[in-house]
Protein backbone atom coordinates (compact mmCIF):
# COMPACT_ATOMS: atom_id res chain seq x y z
CA UNK A 1 0.00 0.00 0.00
CA UNK A 2 2.78 2.58 0.95
CA UNK A 3 4.50 2.14 -2.69
CA UNK A 4 0.98 2.94 -3.88
CA UNK A 5 0.47 5.64 -1.78
CA UNK A 6 3.85 7.20 -3.26
CA UNK A 7 3.24 6.18 -6.60
CA UNK A 8 0.10 8.48 -6.77
CA UNK A 9 2.37 10.89 -4.95
CA UNK A 10 4.81 10.90 -7.28
CA UNK A 11 2.21 11.06 -10.50
CA UNK A 12 0.26 14.16 -8.92
CA UNK A 13 3.64 16.01 -7.71
CA UNK A 14 5.32 15.64 -11.05
CA UNK A 15 1.87 16.73 -13.40
CA UNK A 16 1.25 19.66 -11.12
CA UNK A 17 5.07 21.21 -11.49
CA UNK A 18 4.31 20.64 -14.69
CA UNK A 19 1.15 22.55 -14.99
CA UNK A 20 3.13 25.33 -12.71
CA UNK A 21 5.72 25.66 -15.47
CA UNK A 22 2.75 25.62 -18.59
CA UNK A 23 1.32 28.67 -16.45
CA UNK A 24 -1.53 26.48 -15.95
CA UNK A 25 -2.49 27.68 -12.28
CA UNK A 26 -6.33 26.31 -12.17
CA UNK A 27 -4.93 23.01 -13.16
CA UNK A 28 -2.24 23.54 -11.06
CA UNK A 29 -4.35 24.30 -7.77
CA UNK A 30 -6.28 21.70 -8.39
CA UNK A 31 -3.04 18.67 -8.81
CA UNK A 32 -1.33 20.79 -5.83
CA UNK A 33 -4.50 19.84 -3.95
CA UNK A 34 -4.72 16.19 -4.70
CA UNK A 35 -0.38 16.13 -4.18
CA UNK A 36 -1.01 17.05 -0.46
CA UNK A 37 -4.03 14.56 -0.12
CA UNK A 38 -1.46 12.25 -0.71
CA UNK A 39 0.94 12.65 2.17
CA UNK A 40 -2.22 13.31 4.39
CA UNK A 41 -3.27 9.85 3.37
CA UNK A 42 0.09 8.62 3.48
CA UNK A 43 0.54 9.32 7.22
CA UNK A 44 -2.96 7.91 8.01
CA UNK A 45 -2.04 4.66 6.92
CA UNK A 46 1.35 4.68 8.48
CA UNK A 47 -0.80 5.22 11.51
CA UNK A 48 -3.23 2.34 10.72
CA UNK A 49 -0.09 0.39 10.06
CA UNK A 50 1.55 0.97 13.47
CA UNK A 51 -1.84 0.29 15.87
CA UNK A 52 -2.27 -3.02 13.37
CA UNK A 53 1.30 -3.85 14.79
CA UNK A 54 0.14 -3.76 18.46
CA UNK A 55 0.62 0.27 19.36
CA UNK A 56 -2.89 0.12 20.70
CA UNK A 57 -1.37 0.22 24.23
CA UNK A 58 0.71 2.89 22.96
CA UNK A 59 1.97 5.39 25.71
CA UNK A 60 -0.09 9.04 25.56
CA UNK A 61 3.10 10.92 24.78
CA UNK A 62 3.67 8.75 21.43
CA UNK A 63 -0.33 9.29 20.94
CA UNK A 64 0.08 12.98 21.35
CA UNK A 65 3.42 12.57 18.62
CA UNK A 66 0.88 11.02 16.61
CA UNK A 67 -2.05 13.58 16.58
CA UNK A 68 0.98 16.44 16.16
CA UNK A 69 2.64 15.18 13.30
CA UNK A 70 -1.15 14.59 11.28
CA UNK A 71 -2.17 18.30 12.41
CA UNK A 72 0.89 20.06 11.07
CA UNK A 73 0.42 17.71 8.18
CA UNK A 74 -3.25 18.87 7.78
CA UNK A 75 -2.47 22.47 7.92
CA UNK A 76 0.64 22.43 5.65
CA UNK A 77 -2.32 20.96 3.13
CA UNK A 78 -4.45 23.89 4.13
CA UNK A 79 -1.67 26.69 3.83
CA UNK A 80 -0.54 25.23 0.85
CA UNK A 81 -4.26 26.47 -1.32
CA UNK A 82 -4.05 29.51 1.19
CA UNK A 83 -0.95 30.50 -0.86
CA UNK A 84 -1.84 29.38 -4.16
CA UNK A 85 -4.68 31.56 -4.14
CA UNK A 86 -2.98 34.51 -4.55
CA UNK A 87 -2.17 33.44 -8.38
CA UNK A 88 -5.68 34.39 -9.06
CA UNK A 89 -6.41 37.32 -6.56
CA UNK A 90 -3.33 39.44 -7.13
CA UNK A 91 -5.06 42.35 -5.60
CA UNK A 92 -4.60 40.26 -1.95
CA UNK A 93 -1.25 38.57 -2.49
CA UNK A 94 0.42 40.23 0.92
CA UNK A 95 -2.64 39.02 3.04
CA UNK A 96 -2.95 35.45 1.32
CA UNK A 97 0.67 34.77 1.83
CA UNK A 98 0.29 36.37 5.47
CA UNK A 99 -2.22 33.88 6.09
CA UNK A 100 -0.57 31.07 4.47
CA UNK A 101 2.91 31.73 6.92
CA UNK A 102 0.70 31.89 10.08
CA UNK A 103 -0.95 28.29 8.84
CA UNK A 104 2.25 27.31 8.15
CA UNK A 105 3.66 28.42 11.89
CA UNK A 106 0.97 26.63 13.49
CA UNK A 107 1.90 23.41 11.52
CA UNK A 108 5.37 23.42 12.81
CA UNK A 109 4.70 24.31 16.05
CA UNK A 110 2.43 20.97 16.24
CA UNK A 111 5.86 19.10 14.95
CA UNK A 112 7.59 20.84 17.68
CA UNK A 113 5.09 19.86 20.31
CA UNK A 114 4.79 15.99 18.53
CA UNK A 115 8.95 16.03 19.08
CA UNK A 116 9.22 17.45 22.51
CA UNK A 117 6.32 14.86 23.76
CA UNK A 118 8.81 11.93 23.03
CA UNK A 119 12.63 13.94 24.33
CA UNK A 120 12.58 16.93 26.31
CA UNK A 121 12.34 20.26 24.49
CA UNK A 122 16.56 21.59 23.87
CA UNK A 123 17.49 25.17 24.18
CA UNK A 124 19.98 24.74 21.35
CA UNK A 125 16.35 24.02 18.80
CA UNK A 126 15.86 27.61 19.53
CA UNK A 127 19.20 28.88 18.94
CA UNK A 128 19.64 26.81 15.47
CA UNK A 129 15.95 28.98 14.86
CA UNK A 130 17.56 32.18 15.98
CA UNK A 131 20.67 32.19 14.12
CA UNK A 132 19.12 30.79 10.69
CA UNK A 133 16.90 33.60 10.95
CA UNK A 134 19.93 35.89 11.83
CA UNK A 135 21.52 34.22 8.37
CA UNK A 136 18.24 35.03 6.45
CA UNK A 137 17.89 38.62 7.26
CA UNK A 138 21.96 38.73 6.48
CA UNK A 139 21.31 36.81 3.19
CA UNK A 140 18.06 38.32 2.28
CA UNK A 141 20.19 42.04 2.54
CA UNK A 142 22.61 40.75 -0.18
CA UNK A 143 19.98 39.18 -2.28
CA UNK A 144 18.10 42.58 -1.73
CA UNK A 145 14.76 40.42 -0.77
CA UNK A 146 11.75 43.02 -0.40
CA UNK A 147 10.06 41.65 2.91
CA UNK A 148 7.87 44.98 2.90
CA UNK A 149 4.89 44.45 5.41
CA UNK A 150 5.31 40.87 5.70
CA UNK A 151 9.17 41.52 7.28
CA UNK A 152 8.02 40.45 10.99
CA UNK A 153 5.79 37.60 9.59
CA UNK A 154 9.03 36.28 7.58
CA UNK A 155 10.79 36.68 10.64
CA UNK A 156 8.71 35.43 13.00
CA UNK A 157 7.92 32.21 10.49
CA UNK A 158 11.77 31.71 9.97
CA UNK A 159 12.50 31.44 13.94
CA UNK A 160 9.40 28.88 14.00
CA UNK A 161 10.33 26.28 11.14
CA UNK A 162 14.37 26.46 12.01
CA UNK A 163 13.64 25.65 15.87
CA UNK A 164 11.52 22.59 14.55
CA UNK A 165 14.30 21.82 12.33
CA UNK A 166 16.27 22.12 15.45
CA UNK A 167 14.79 19.79 17.38
CA UNK A 168 14.09 17.35 14.74
CA UNK A 169 17.89 17.29 14.91
CA UNK A 170 18.18 16.78 18.69
CA UNK A 171 15.19 13.72 17.92
CA UNK A 172 17.57 11.73 15.94
CA UNK A 173 20.59 11.65 18.58
CA UNK A 174 18.30 11.04 21.95
CA UNK A 175 16.52 8.11 19.30
CA UNK A 176 20.08 7.00 17.96
CA UNK A 177 19.25 7.53 14.30
CA UNK A 178 16.24 5.07 14.19
CA UNK A 179 14.61 5.02 11.20
CA UNK A 180 11.44 7.30 12.42
CA UNK A 181 13.68 10.43 13.70
CA UNK A 182 15.54 10.05 10.47
CA UNK A 183 13.43 9.99 7.94
CA UNK A 184 11.23 12.85 9.52
CA UNK A 185 14.83 15.05 10.58
CA UNK A 186 15.11 14.51 6.73
CA UNK A 187 11.77 15.61 5.85
CA UNK A 188 12.27 18.76 8.48
CA UNK A 189 15.43 19.51 6.42
CA UNK A 190 14.01 19.83 3.11
CA UNK A 191 11.37 21.69 4.44
CA UNK A 192 13.57 24.39 5.95
CA UNK A 193 15.53 24.01 2.54
CA UNK A 194 12.08 24.83 0.68
CA UNK A 195 11.60 28.03 2.66
CA UNK A 196 15.05 29.57 1.76
CA UNK A 197 14.31 28.67 -1.80
CA UNK A 198 10.74 30.30 -2.35
CA UNK A 199 12.09 33.43 -0.43
CA UNK A 200 13.59 35.18 -3.66
CA UNK A 201 10.40 33.76 -5.39
CA UNK A 202 8.42 35.95 -3.40
CA UNK A 203 10.49 38.74 -2.09
CA UNK A 204 12.46 39.48 -5.08
CA UNK A 205 10.15 38.11 -7.71
CA UNK A 206 12.79 35.09 -9.02
CA UNK A 207 10.44 33.47 -11.14
CA UNK A 208 13.09 31.67 -13.34
CA UNK A 209 11.71 27.55 -13.64
CA UNK A 210 14.85 26.38 -11.56
CA UNK A 211 14.01 28.33 -8.55
CA UNK A 212 10.70 27.24 -8.67
CA UNK A 213 10.73 23.47 -9.13
CA UNK A 214 13.68 23.35 -6.58
CA UNK A 215 11.36 24.90 -4.09
CA UNK A 216 8.43 22.59 -5.17
CA UNK A 217 10.23 19.42 -5.35
CA UNK A 218 12.11 20.29 -1.47
CA UNK A 219 8.50 21.27 0.06
CA UNK A 220 6.83 18.17 -1.38
CA UNK A 221 9.84 15.73 0.06
CA UNK A 222 9.74 17.37 3.04
CA UNK A 223 6.28 16.91 3.82
CA UNK A 224 6.29 13.44 2.38
CA UNK A 225 9.06 12.09 4.30
CA UNK A 226 7.74 13.85 7.45
CA UNK A 227 4.35 11.48 6.71
CA UNK A 228 6.18 8.58 6.12
CA UNK A 229 8.13 8.56 9.02
CA UNK A 230 5.06 7.74 10.92
CA UNK A 231 4.98 4.05 9.26
CA UNK A 232 8.22 3.55 11.24
CA UNK A 233 6.90 4.62 14.06
CA UNK A 234 7.81 1.33 16.13
Not at 16 to 39: A, H, P, Q, V
Not at 51 to 58: A, F, I, S, T
Not at 195 to 213: C, E, Q, S
Amino acid sequence: MVYLILSVFFISWVSFIYMIMKKRRLDGFYLKGLTSFTFIFLYAYGVYHSLNQGLVGVSQSMTVLMIGIGLGLVLGLIGDLYLEVQYFHSNSKIKQIKYGMIVFGLGHLFYLSAMTEVISFNFFSFLIGIIMTLLTIIGGHFLKLDFGKLKYYSYGYSVIIFTMVGQSIFQVIALKADTFSLIFMTGAIFFGLSDLLLAPIYFKKDTHKLFVIANLGTYYLGQILIALSIYYLI
